[in-house]
């Protein structure tokens, strides 16, 4: 029995070393003998472009996300806004009209298109019924809080003087909301995803986009579910579908402010891993390598780490029931990872220690896994919709 528990044992640790470290080693492998080429050209002869706000109880940010993308490097005349207000009850439709009153009386403005839906049917029916009034060439995505660097479109619209490029993820960077100037030093995990990306956008395409701030063909967009969580997984992923690279580009940036908490920062991860399973039942297709010549890609990146979680279990279960120095040797390196991160959860002055502090989050990442699970298969994927904040 003992050679099947250690089959076990191997078979989880292997899959669990390949899902974060062999994956990116093997995208890297293929970055330096077949990369594949971005074309990137600024333009001086822009294409139109429409820029694309869902909005629900925005009016904390509703004037300065519109002014900030009047300030864009890019031609007013040829960018129009559109903001859908998703069953607003606040002042964000009365502050969009101000705004574009306001703007009325200059020589150069954008248009800007506003669609007061009465009732709140989620980002996916406000973001398809936007799409429908975009007359623009490029479809950018972005979010309310969010602010572009100045340069952001173009950098973005760049982008597609290649034509093989269906879809431009742009980077986020984090400030301290106490003071706007001061970048905040990513965490080791988001540095981590983002090389990811770069190497997937190196190579191919990159498995989903940054929701604050990508964009698209608009003869690519194609409607998304009402129930989608993760719309900036699920439109770059149709893109792909068309034949189309999703790639990375660091030079078209957005920035945001850092979660204030662990726990907004809990709940927004576990709507995004909800999100990834939900993708699942939605798309099973994307795991077909006949539907989707990224089949692999796609799981390597995001199934994977959504069954990590099981694996460092039977990992942990298999070692345990394991004889041998060497086995009892690697239960107790275990559980002492997982002691160490139970210290760090009840004694915060702990997080301050940059080993400690990446013990703990990889530990909170993978139960947000389960518990993500756990809100889909009960149905609850909903609920954490309609109170994202």
Known sequence: MDWLYAIGFWGCACFVMYTYLGYPVYLWLVSRLYPQKIHKQLLEQVPAVSVVVAAKNEEANITARLQNLCDQDYPLEQMQLIVVSDGSNDRTVELLKDFRTQLA?????????????????????ALNTAVQKAQGEILVFTDCRQKFATNALRELVANFSDPTIGCVSGELLFYQQTDPTLEVEMGAYWKYEKAVRKLESATGSVMGATGAIYAIRKNLYNE???????????????????????????????????????????????????????????????????????????????????????????????????????YNFIFFIQVLFYGIAGLVCFIPAFRDNAVLKITYFFCVLNLAVMYALYIWLSGGSKTIWKNKK
């Open 105 to 125: 009386g200059k020589a150069l403005s954008p248009e800007i298109v506003i669609i007061e839906l009465p009732e709140s049917k989620g980002k996916p029916n």
């Open 224 to 326: 998304i579910p009402a129930s989608t969580l993760i719309d900036d997984v699920l439109i770059p992923l149709q893109v792909v579908g068309h034949g189309k690279r999703v790639i990375f580009d660091s030079g078209a940036v957005a920035y945001d402010v850092v979660s204030q908490n662990i726990f907004q920062e809990w709940h927004r991860k576990v709507r995004t891993l909800t999100g990834n399973w939900q993708l699942l039942s939605l798309k099973p297709g994307l795991l077909n390598p006949w539907h989707n010549p990224f089949a692999a890609r796609f799981f390597w990146h995001k199934v994977a780490r959504l069954l990590v979680p099981f694996a460092l279990l039977g990992a942990l279960i298999f070692s345990m029931l394991l004889d041998g120095l060497v």
